[in-house]
């Protein structure tokens, strides 16, 4: 696990990169021929995580119910993103990794629930959960290094 944790904030650091190097407006802009930004992309990944971890262990996870809603599979941007959300996204990014970590290692899971992803990757235990996540944030980077060269 822990090489997955370490490839995880990795991965999470170089999200972090694009609240330094990108303005609100760039960071909201959906360039012609896609449908997402920036930002959704990190509000995605968050929230995809949380799901993937958490409620796939039964449990409530660390993000409120509102950005279920917004960041969720299937949703894209719906309005203007505020400075003020982006920083909640910023903090959760970066203070989410250490709590999963910490909950992974009190042995918070107890449970996991088997399931097939959207996609068609079957999840059997946390550990493919955890794997499928640092995947799927490799996805939505490289989303994200597309979008960049149009904002």
Do not use: C
């Not at 694009?18 to 920036?38: A, H, M, R, S, W």
């Not at 944030?137 to 989303?143: D, S």
């Amino acid at each position: 696990m822990e090489s997955i944790f370490k490839a995880w904030k990795t991965s999470r650091n170089l999200y972090l990169e694009y609240f330094e190097k990108y303005t609100l407006e760039q960071l909201n802009k959906i360039p012609v021929g896609f449908n997402n930004n920036l930002i959704w992309n990190i509000g995605h990944i968050i929230v995809a995580q949380q799901a993937l971890v958490y409620k796939g262990s039964n449990l409530e996870g660390y993000i409120p119910e509102k950005l279920f809603g917004l960041y969720k599979p299937g949703t894209k941007p719906t309005g203007q993103t505020t400075q003020t959300e982006v920083d909640e996204l910023k903090e959760l990014l970066i203070s989410l990794i250490d709590q999963t970590i910490q909950d992974f290692r009190n042995d918070t899971f107890e449970t996991f629930n088997e399931r097939m992803t959207g996609t068609g990757f079957h999840l059997s235990s946390l550990a493919d959960a955890f794997e499928f996540n640092n995947y799927h944030e490799g996805l939505h980077l490289g989303y994200m290094m597309s979008i960049r060269k149009f904002v």
